[in-house]
């Protein structure tokens, strides 16, 4: 089985960066895609960003596109998601996932297709 740890969130002003990190431990060769997700207050956890761990395909949610950039580093099985020109709307607990499928160009975009997940860590974006 494989474990998730994120680590990284905290709070940022507008137009601020952060970068999240998800350390993959366990049985890591059984994950095809690495996903990251957030969930607001009083909303449904959407899809961030994923990458897959073979081809490193990427695939990003309109809304952070050209402002996130994922990454892997399949030595030390980590996945980060770097986050610039954060906006009040980018506040989120945000969870990285791991998927035992994916598609041979992109990773899933749907919650349901994966199947191991992290705590979560908070990324609140306020002045």
């Known amino acids: 089985q494989v474990r998730l740890v994120e680590s990284g969130g905290g709070l940022v002003q507008p137009g601020g960066s952060l970068r999240l990190s998800c350390a993959a431990s366990g049985r890591t060769f059984s994950s095809a895609a690495m996903g990251w997700f957030r969930q607001a207050q009083g909303k449904e956890r959407e899809f961030v960003a994923g990458i897959k761990w073979s081809n490193g395909g990427i695939y990003y949610a309109e809304s952070v596109k050209g402002r996130f950039t994922i990454s892997r580093d399949s030595a030390e099985n980590t996945v980060s998601l770097q986050m610039n020109s954060l906006k009040p709307e980018d506040t989120a607990v945000y969870y990285c996932?791991?998927?035992?499928?994916?598609?041979?160009?992109?990773?899933?975009?749907?919650?349901?297709?994966?199947?191991?997940w992290g705590q979560g860590t908070q990324v609140t974006v306020s002045s």
């Open positions: 996932a791991g998927s035992s499928f994916s598609g041979p160009y992109y990773p899933p975009q749907r919650a349901g297709s994966y199947d191991t």
